[in-house]
């Protein structure tokens, strides 16, 4: 993996139009080069087919800090399309290299392509993961930390280390497999086990190497993303507290826990100190509100420590009751420094009016026999063209309706099974302060994402939303974030301001929901088509569908 910081004013001239459109001069830039390709390894014990970054799997940490500028040269030696997308990574006013179907063309098997972008105004905790054809079932994930400035003071000391840890459950077979058996209508049921950093471990194994070896009364942060497919993992470790730190990209209140729910999509920081007897321990991560346990477990080693690590584990809570009472904890620290993208007034997200209030509902349907995922009566696809491109274009008209999904769900969403198969894009005006419920009607949990933005999670509740449940919100501190979870038959509310122009996806992180169509897209536009809003598209943007042969539009106006 290369990486090199340069000044602007020695940059190759290939560069010079990516410079004018996303970097000061004082901005840093980082640049890395990925060869991915296929492997054989045996995460669950049994040998399959992996994607491997730079022959790495999981694949390298991407450690960057606020405004850095990102350019990761990928060569795609897969024998398909691939595209990589920055889960929580803003892309201010660039939703051109956010990596989603929506917004890019897949760099083709057998060819490379550059990405460039700035972590503007942002800290903390993300990964990043291949988003095309169900790759991820196979690895091309791994994590991305954007850290503070060194001029920005953080509310805690600096930790002796900084440590990634990515836990996901995982099958056993390859996502060619997977997805053939999604494509002919069946969900792949239960996965085969979990994963920690690419690894299950096995209790008990003396032999075992550590994933982290920690120096006695040191402090350590701990950085903790479910990267999985299916279930919603609890991570706690051996014999040591943890104290939360940070919830993707916020400092949080700084409360102290013996174990944290962790679900799909998420990332957690924390710091945990090495306080205990000098010997190993065990990080566990095993799967919630399911009828099968699935685990896995990753070594801690103390510096000259003495012992192996106990063979009795840490057990994980019960029911879902206590998981809503953990995300009751979580609060926002107002009084932390850190960079930070928020409009004007944001700090009072609690006083601003709501323009808008969308509901969007879940559902699991069939579709001519097969199974699809659904919002508001929608099932998602891809067209060949990129929404991004066909709207810059002006042929969204050939490719995609707008405002197909409405902002409440048919009153019959719990019986019907019709389904409309399309793209769903729903229209939104730039700058306005919008209310979205998340409804799930079903009987399992759900993580939901937004790319391009953060947002206030101000409840998840039992039963029905309706108007009168907004007396119970969260309008001062809750954590601004990009992810969350919604309860069996509850539901789950956030505010935002869509002050991000472009092309966003909001998703299922649910693999198979995500693949099967619970997902949809979000166009926020710049009124008056203004790089003041949003950038023009770079001449290095992919081409491909209706729009590969015809002529680049003019920019947007200065």
Known sequence: MAKKSIIVSSLFPWLVSMVAMVAYAEDPYLFFTWNVTYGTLSPLGVPEQVILINNQFPGPNLNTTTNNNIVINVFNNLDEPLLFTWSGVQHRKN?????????????????????????????????????????????????????????????????????????????????ATLRKQLDSGKSLGKPDGVLMNGKQGKVGDEKEAPLFTMKPGKTYRFR???????????????????????????????????????????????????DKEPKDYYMVASSRFTKYHLQATGKIRYENGKGPASNQL???????????????????????????????????????????????????????????????????????????????????????????VKDEPPADIETTDKVTVAPIVLNATYRNFVEIIFENHEKGVQSWHLDGYSFFPVAIEVGTWTPERRKNYNLLDAVSRYSIQVYPKSWAAVLLTFDNAGMWNIRSESLERYYLGQQLYVSVASPGRSQRDEYSMPDFVLPCGIVKDMPKPPPYST
């Open 95 to 175: 939703s051109w290299q956010d990596g989603t179907p929506g917004t890019m063309c897949p760099i083709p098997a057998g060819k490379n392509f550059t990405y460039h972008f700035q972590v503007k105004d942002q800290i903390g905790t993300f990964y990043y993961w291949p988003s095309t054809g169900f790759q991820k079932a196979s690895g091309g994930f791994g994590g991305l930390r954007v850290n503070s400035r060194l001029l920005i003071p953080v509310p805690f000391d600096t930790p002796e280390d900084d440590f990634t840890v990515l836990i996901g459950d995982w099958y056993s077979k390859s996502h």
């Open 224 to 274: 903790i993303c479910n990267v999985g497919m299916r279930n919603s993992l609890n991570f706690r470790i051996q014999g040591h507290s943890m104290k939360l730190v940070e919830i993707e990209g916020s400092h949080t209140q700084q409360a102290i826990y013996d174990s944290l729910d962790i679900h799909l999509g998420q990332c957690y920081s924390v710091l945990v100190t090495a």
């Open 314 to 404: 840490p057990e994980a809570p019960a029911g879902w009751a206590w998981s809503l009472n953990q995300f009751r904890t979580l609060r926002w620290n107002l009084t932390a420094s850190a960079a930070r993208p928020n409009p004007q007034g944001s700090y009072l997200y609690g006083k601003i009016n709501i323009t808008r209030t969308i509901k969007l509902a879940n559902t699991a349907n069939t579709v001519n026999g097969k199974l699809r995922y659904a919002i508001n009566g929608q099932s998602h696809i891809d067209p060949e063209t990129p929404l991004k491109l066909a709207e810059y274009y002006n042929v969204a008209n050939k490719v995609f309706n707008y405002d197909t």
